[in-house]
């Protein structure tokens, strides 16, 4: 029997802003969908007593209706790579204890038409550290929603990398919560988007342990007519003195008519706190271009120079060399947009 599935309050900011700038929650109709039984998941204990997901219409699908469940716990989980034509409703647990670590990488690759929404959460004991690589490469047409949370205990440390370099619409929803003294958290993110596509990020960094860190770097690249809004929260709470935070996200718009939206906030309720955030987009810079194009280079090379170097450290940081080049081979694609730019 199909069902509806709305949204009406998802990727909802907990401080509001002006409500004309349609920022405050992200709606969506996703239309009537035939979910599988799946299998009934528990919520993680871990998780008990923190807010996390897109929305609770996400997590109660999740709960009732996961068609893949994985748990990982330590060691190189290796290389997954999911292509599908069915719904795909994933919950993965990383659950890394006391001293142990966990790395691997995890792709999908969501057929046209269908719907994914992966929910992803991970707890790092003490000590543990984390390695993540996360890639949203599904299709057009395609509804791709991401609930990401993640808690880190005392020493903890977690590197986390999430490359959206799909053709769908994309709802994500991170959140991070640094609980643990001296825990560490580190999240790089990259965005390309073309034609009509729409995306909806919100990245939440939650400083509780004393001496905690975290550092946030985003950047993305918008052709056509794409429209992206970033939210994110810096939240220093009560007994998280000593704490450092940064985040920061640029936007790059590669053509006019491509629109980029940021609310970034900073919180603090230390004073022995350090945080810094800034989010900005623009067009390339001409006298960039120019001075490189003065060394022979077209313009359209030029162009792509400045992506990739704005892009490379997040590409790069991936220990597979035949994922950093998939990843790569992923960005070409979506770039092959701008040859009609320069064709006309």
């Known amino acids: 029997m199909k069902q509806s599935m709305i949204i009406n309050q998802g990727n909802e900011l907990a401080y509001k802003t002006y409500r004309y700038l349609r920022v405050n929650e992200k709606k969506m109709d996703l239309g009537e969908w035939e979910f599988p039984q799946g299998e009934n998941l528990e919520e993680a204990k871990f998780l008990e007593n923190y807010e996390y997901g897109l929305s609770s ?25 999911r292509e599908s034509e069915e719904i795909l409703i994933e919950t993965v647990d990383f659950i890394v204890e006391e001293g142990d670590s966990v790395q691997g990488y995890i792709s999908t690759s969501q057929k046209a038409g269908t719907f994914h929404s992966s929910l992803y959460r991970i707890h790092i004991g003490k000590n543990a550290h984390g390695k993540i690589y996360l890639a949203n490469m599904d299709e057009k047409d395609t509804v791709s929603l991401l609930s990401l949370a993640v808690v880190l205990e005392e020493g903890a440390t977690l590197d986390l990398y999430y490359y959206a370099l799909c053709e769908a619409n994309v709802a994500a929803n991170i959140r991070e919560y640094l609980k643990g003294e001296k825990s560490s958290g580190n999240i790089q993110a990259m965005y390309l988007a073309k034609d009509q596509q729409e995306l909806d990020f919100l990245y939440d960094v939650m400083h509780e342990g004393k001496e905690s860190q975290s550092d946030l770097q985003v950047n993305g690249a918008l052709m056509g007519h794409a429209y992206k809004v970033f939210k994110s929260r810096l939240d220093f709470a009560q007994k998280s003195s000593g704490s450092v935070g940064n985040e ?66 997040t590409i790069d940081a991936i220990e597979y060399e ?13 770039l092959e947009a701008r040859k009609n730019v320069y064709a006309s």
């Open 57 to 81: 219409e996400v997590i109660e699908l999740h709960e009732n209706h996961t068609t893949k469940y994985e748990q990982y716990n330590t060691g190189d989980f290796g290389k997954i790579k």
């Open 248 to 313: 920061e996200e640029y936007a790059i718009l590669l053509d006019e008519n491509a629109r980029s939206l940021s609310v970034p906030a900073l919180l603090s309720h230390e004073d022995d706190v350090e945080g810094n955030h800034a989010a900005s987009a623009g067009h390339i810079d001409s006298s960039l271009l120019f001075y490189i194009m003065s060394r022979g280079f077209s313009e359209e090379e030029a162009e792509r120079l400045i992506i990739d170097a704005k892009f490379a450290p």
């Open 322 to 334: 035949d994922i950093r080049e998939e990843i790569y081979e992923s960005m070409e694609r979506i």
